[in-house]
């Protein structure tokens, strides 16, 4: 009787151990997909944010300090827009996109044009129009300080669960993330197919050059840096669909900005994205099993990087 | 015999002149006691400017210089306030340079806090150094209390981890029957406290947790963390996290449809600003947060709280810290008034000894905290839009809701 008990014992225990597996391998795989979604979707953020910088620095050759500043500013915007007027944010996106490449576009007519100017070569420019973004910080955040605040603001929109897959999350997230994808396409296509992107393309690898082909280089710095305070502002109202916004934190937008600017290679669009992606995803892995390590892995990969691969993976 | 006579004549007319001119100046002439503060107006530490201590401290100048000012009886009249604050820019060495600057350039009569327990830990040391009475605002930990006895002309008045919130909050969860926890915490002195006071208080009510993560402060996406907490089926989610932090927790929940049976949350839980930030009062209806206090804690705190909406925008409130906060500029004034002084000593001395009457009662310090007693509440649930005390006891206000209400529908708009 024993044995016949410890034989149907183990009969029966076969397939609910392998039912067990089943779920637990399910689990396993559903844990993952969740992880990879999550990072994809954060990474269409980083990716927005850095290709800003990456053409203010890569072809206009300002190592823009203050970005995460007009991305402060771009999220300010969508937030009026939306709780006083009730305006989409991806309205916004439209309505605010000119405004900010204007600003940037004349900032760079009237500082640093002059700066420009004043400077025996591109590398004195490099340092002081660094300098003069450090001043561009603290005026842009002191300016936000004093009209709204250092509260945090913020407004629902979508912030509702999508299950894909057995992976939950926000609808908002995956707004951004398809924005992001939508805007990088066309700006990408804006610099492939067009005679102002291939005159951008010529003056990021030889102005020089560029200058003597025709090219209006000073025109084209200026656009860049407008192009990259667009990029800004569209990053910033994107993330205000997802997190609360505050005047001061443009700075913590600029570091991730740099890191990814680093990782994909300065100057290229492409890069860009996949740097935004790669972060995105490493992010979310990291935080998946030890959130504490996140920014010391970020801060790890931007020191190798530096050292291995200075011009990032697809620099030239 | 002539040259010694001679440097007598000058030595003479040098103090007669110091008598004549700096003595009477020093006495008669003083009309208004100058207070300084190093305050972050600017940088990530703005947001408690602005929300927490700072409309306070303003508040209370206009209150006082509208009556006249604090009755000084050493100078046998009132004194109005005039207040000298710099920026730090939320850098803490700016801060200890300036609150020298400000004692030993600006020699001001009083100081006021900075921004932050870390903050307050370098500021008490310069304080003490410099023999400056200041009492804390925004800030209070374990470890500095701990110090307290090295520095005795500072004095804490908020809460804090074991000073009494995580006790409390393990009472009542033992109350309500949670039966597991999982815990988030930034990775500093607050998150580091609170979570280890949290952990070692569940577990000697007999509360398992099962999960303990520590996050950086500028996190982004929270979501996989809530998510092993809900696999792991906890009955209870704590998050000792700053707003930053804070705010996307509840909107991230909401989003993936995490909704434990009791959230609690750390700073930014207790600002009414999160009703603002997250969707509206129905979002956060039953989540805790440390704290508490409102309008029923006291008629004193009903009056205070009217006080409040007349001063400041509804989304500027505090329902952990603005009775406290408000409490150490009322001890500060009635120690002036009770020593007849603004000189260090006799103030330090009244603030550690004496007992006071603020909006919070009858009002003491004990090791140069504010003691338990004083207290409106240490734990608070959002309840219909109201921030009310859950502690066991004569303080509360409402009893707990647990579980914690679903996560309501997007609104139309959304």
Same mark, same amino acid.
């Given at each position: 009787?024993?044995?016949?008990?410890?034989?149907?014992?183990?009969?029966?225990?076969?397939?609910?151990?392998?039912?067990?597996?089943?779920?637990?391998?399910?689990?396993?795989?559903?844990?993952?997909?969740?992880?990879?979604?999550?990072?994809?979707?954060?990474?269409?953020?980083?990716?927005?944010?850095?290709?800003?910088?990456?053409?203010?620095?890569?072809?206009?050759?300002?190592?823009?300090?203050?970005?995460?500043?007009?991305?402060?500013?771009?999220?300010?915007?969508?937030?009026?827009?939306?709780?006083?007027?009730?305006?989409?944010?991806?309205?916004?996106?439209?309505?605010?996109?000119?405004?900010?490449?204007?600003?940037?576009?004349?900032?760079?007519?009237?500082?640093?044009?002059?700066?420009?100017?004043?400077?025996?070569?591109?590398?004195?420019?490099?340092?002081?129009?660094?300098?003069?973004?450090?001043?561009?910080?603290?005026?842009?955040?002191?300016?936000?300080?004093?009209?709204?605040?250092?509260?945090?603001?913020?407004?629902?929109?979508?912030?509702?669960?999508?299950?894909?897959?057995?992976?939950?999350?926000?609808?908002?997230?995956?707004?951004?993330?398809?924005?992001?994808?939508?805007?990088?396409?066309?700006?990408?296509?804006?610099?492939?197919?067009?005679?102002?992107?291939?005159? +951008?393309?010529?003056?990021?690898?030889?102005?020089?050059?560029?200058?003597?082909?025709?090219?209006?280089?000073?025109?084209?710095?200026?656009?860049?840096?407008?192009?990259?305070?667009?990029?800004?502002?569209?990053?910033?109202?994107?993330?205000?669909?997802?997190?609360?916004?505050?005047?001061?934190?443009?700075?913590?937008?600029?570091?991730?900005?740099?890191?990814?600017?680093?990782?994909?290679?300065?100057?290229?669009?492409?890069?860009?994205?996949?740097?935004?992606?790669?972060?995105?995803?490493?992010?979310? +892995?990291?935080?998946?099993?030890?959130?504490?390590?996140?920014?010391?892995?970020?801060?790890?990969?931007?020191?190798?990087?530096?050292?291995?691969?200075?011009?990032?993976?697809?620099?030239? | 015999?002539?040259?010694?006579?001679?440097?007598?004549?000058?030595?003479?007319?040098?103090?007669?002149?110091?008598?004549?001119?700096?003595?009477?100046?020093?006495?008669?002439?003083?009309?208004?006691?100058?207070?300084g503060?190093?305050?972050?107006?600017?940088?990530?530490?703005?947001?408690?400017?602005?929300?927490?201590?700072?409309?306070?401290? $303003?508040?209370?100048?206009?209150?006082?210089?509208?009556?006249?000012?604090?009755?000084?009886?050493?100078?046998?009249?009132?004194?109005?306030?005039?207040?000298?604050?710099?920026?730090?820019?939320?850098?803490?060495?700016?801060?200890t340079r300036l609150l020298d600057k400000l004692i030993l350039q600006d020699k001001v009569?009083?100081i006021? !806090?900075?921004?932050?327990?870390?903050?307050?830990?370098?500021?008490?040391?310069v304080a003490?150094r410099h023999k400056y009475?200041?009492?804390?605002?925004?800030?209070?930990?374990?470890?500095?209390? @701990?110090?307290?006895?090295?520095? !005795?002309?500072?004095?804490?008045?908020?809460?804090?981890?074991?000073?009494?919130?995580?006790?409390?909050?393990?009472?009542?969860?033992?109350?309500?029957?949670?039966?597991?926890?999982?815990?988030?915490?930034?990775?500093?002195?607050?998150?580091?406290?609170?979570?280890?006071?949290?952990?070692?208080?569940?577990?000697?009510?007999?509360?398992?947790?099962?999960?303990?993560?520590?996050?950086?402060?500028?996190?982004?996406?929270?979501?996989?963390?809530?998510?092993?907490?809900?696999?792991?089926?906890?009955?209870?989610?704590?998050?000792?996290?700053?707003? !930053?932090?804070?705010? !996307?927790?509840?909107?991230?929940?909401?989003?993936?449809?995490?909704?434990?049976?009791?959230?609690?949350?750390?700073?930014?839980?207790?600002?009414?600003?999160?009703?603002?930030?997250?969707?509206?009062?129905?979002?956060?209806?039953?989540?805790?947060?440390?704290?508490?206090?409102?309008?029923?804690?006291?008629?004193?705190?009903?009056?205070?709280?009217?006080?409040?909406?007349?001063?400041?925008?509804?989304?500027?409130?505090?329902?952990?810290?603005?009775?406290?906060?408000?409490?150490?500029?009322?001890?500060?004034?009635?120690?002036?008034?009770?020593?007849?002084?603004?000189?260090?000593?006799?103030?330090?001395?009244?603030?550690?000894?004496?007992?006071?009457?603020?909006?919070?009662?009858?009002?003491?310090?004990?090791?140069?905290?504010?003691? @338990?007693?004083?207290?409106?509440?240490?734990?608070?649930?959002?309840?219909?839009?109201?921030?009310?005390?859950?502690?066991?006891?004569?303080?509360?206000?409402?009893?707990?809701?647990?579980? $914690?209400?679903?996560?309501?529908?997007? $609104?139309?708009?959304?």
């Amino acid at each position: 009787m024993s044995v016949h008990d410890g034989f149907l014992s183990v009969r029966s225990g076969q397939p609910a151990n392998i039912i067990t597996s089943i779920q637990e391998a399910f689990g396993m795989i559903v844990k993952i997909f969740d992880v990879l979604v999550a990072g994809l979707l954060l990474g269409g953020i980083y990716a927005l944010i850095a290709v800003g910088l990456s053409l203010q620095y890569g072809v206009a050759r300002v190592f823009n300090i203050s970005h995460g500043e007009f991305i402060m500013l771009g999220a300010f915007a969508t937030w009026i827009l939306y709780t006083t007027a009730g305006i989409n944010p991806l309205i916004s996106l439209i309505i605010c996109g000119p405004f900010v490449f204007l600003i940037g576009f004349f900032l760079h007519k009237t500082l640093f044009k002059s700066l420009l100017s004043s400077s025996p070569n591109m590398n004195v420019f490099e340092g002081k129009s660094m300098l003069a973004c450090f001043g561009l910080l603290f005026i842009i955040q002191n300016i936000a300080l004093l009209i709204w605040g250092a509260d945090f603001k913020g407004y629902s929109y979508l912030n509702v669960g999508i299950n894909f897959l057995g992976a939950v999350f926000a609808a908002n997230r995956l707004v951004t993330l398809l924005a992001a994808l939508a805007i990088g396409a066309v700006f990408y296509l804006f610099l492939a197919f067009t005679r102002m992107g291939k005159a +951008i393309r010529a003056a990021a690898q030889d102005p020089k050059t560029a200058g003597l082909m025709g090219v209006n280089i000073n025109q084209v710095l200026a656009l860049c840096f407008g192009f990259g305070a667009v990029m800004a502002g569209f990053a910033g109202a994107l993330i205000s669909m997802c997190y609360p916004i505050q005047t001061t934190m443009g700075l913590e937008y600029t570091v991730i900005a740099i890191i990814v600017v680093a990782l994909g290679g300065m100057g290229s669009i492409v890069g860009s994205f996949v740097g935004g992606f790669l972060l995105g995803l490493i992010g979310s +892995i990291v935080t998946s099993i030890e959130p504490s390590l996140y920014l010391i892995v970020f801060y790890f990969i931007f020191s190798l990087l530096l050292l291995v691969r200075p011009k990032g993976i697809l620099g030239r | 015999m002539k040259r010694p006579l001679k440097y007598f004549k000058l030595g003479t007319c040098f103090v007669v002149l110091i008598l004549l001119f700096s003595f009477p100046f020093s006495v008669y002439a003083k009309d208004k006691i100058v207070i300084g503060a190093s305050r972050s107006i600017s940088g990530p530490l703005a947001f408690f400017e602005e929300n927490a201590f700072g409309p306070l401290y $303003k508040m209370w100048v206009k209150e006082i210089n509208a009556k006249g000012g604090i009755y000084v009886k050493e100078y046998g009249k009132k004194l109005p306030i005039e207040m000298l604050v710099y920026d730090d820019k939320s850098d803490m060495g700016t801060m200890t340079r300036l609150l020298d600057k400000l004692i030993l350039q600006d020699k001001v009569d009083l100081i006021l !806090p900075p921004v932050s327990t870390a903050f307050l830990f370098a500021a008490s040391a310069v304080a003490n150094r410099h023999k400056y009475v200041m009492i804390g605002a925004e800030g209070g930990a374990t470890s500095l209390s @701990e110090t307290m006895d090295k520095v !005795p002309y500072f004095f804490m008045v908020l809460q804090f981890s074991n000073h009494y919130q995580m006790p409390v909050m393990a009472d009542i969860f033992e109350e309500i029957g949670v039966k597991s926890a999982a815990i988030n915490f930034i990775e500093d002195l607050h998150g580091i406290e609170y979570s280890g006071q949290a952990s070692n208080e569940l577990s000697k009510k007999g509360i398992a947790v099962k999960m303990i993560k520590s996050t950086p402060p500028d996190i982004k996406d929270v979501s996989p963390i809530l998510k092993e907490a809900q696999r792991l089926n906890v009955d209870a989610y704590l998050s000792f996290t700053y707003p !930053p932090v804070t705010f !996307p927790t509840v909107m991230t929940a909401q989003a993936i449809g995490y909704n434990p049976k009791a959230m609690l949350l750390g700073p930014g839980g207790n600002f009414e600003v999160i009703k603002y930030v997250c969707g509206g009062a129905e979002v956060v209806e039953g989540v805790m947060g440390e704290g508490a206090w409102n309008a029923k804690s006291s008629p004193a705190h009903a009056e205070f709280a009217k006080k409040l909406l007349q001063n400041m925008k509804p989304s500027q409130l505090d329902w952990w810290g603005h009775d406290v906060y408000w409490t150490a500029l009322q001890v500060l004034e009635q120690a002036i008034e009770k020593t007849g002084s603004l000189d260090h000593e006799k103030l330090r001395k009244s603030i550690a000894n004496d007992k006071f009457n603020t909006v919070l009662g009858e009002t003491w310090f004990e090791n140069q905290m504010l003691a @338990e007693p004083c207290y409106a509440g240490q734990i608070g649930q959002w309840q219909n839009g109201i921030f009310e005390v859950i502690d066991p006891g004569p303080k509360r206000t409402a009893a707990p809701i647990y579980p $914690k209400p679903p996560w309501p529908a997007p $609104k139309p708009k959304e």
